[in-house]
């Protein structure tokens, strides 16, 4: 897999949220290598809230690391 994270520091809180979703789909990826596989089970859990609400941890716990590493944005 190619180098694409070289940094967590983002200008804006907007942005390191934008970077949050991206390591979590990154993760997702990272995890099930196969876009087909991916694709097939997207319906099961595009509908589920309880699979969205853990996907929306991972993305917060993501956020709460980048927002520590920009010092907040103070």
Known sequence: MANW???LQTDTPQEGF????T???KGVAYTQT????RE?????????????????HVIAVH??????AN???K
Do not use: G, H, M
């Open 34 to 37: 196969s876009p087909e596989v």
């Open 18 to 21: 934008e970077l949050a979703i």
């Open 40 to 56: 097939k089970l997207r319906p099961e859990y595009a509908e589920n809230a309880d699979s969205l609400t853990k996907a929306s």
């Open 71 to 73: 010092n907040y944005w």
């Open 23 to 25: 390591l979590a789909r």
């Open 63 to 68: 956020f709460q690391t980048i927002s520590a």
């Open 5 to 7: 994270l070289t940094s």
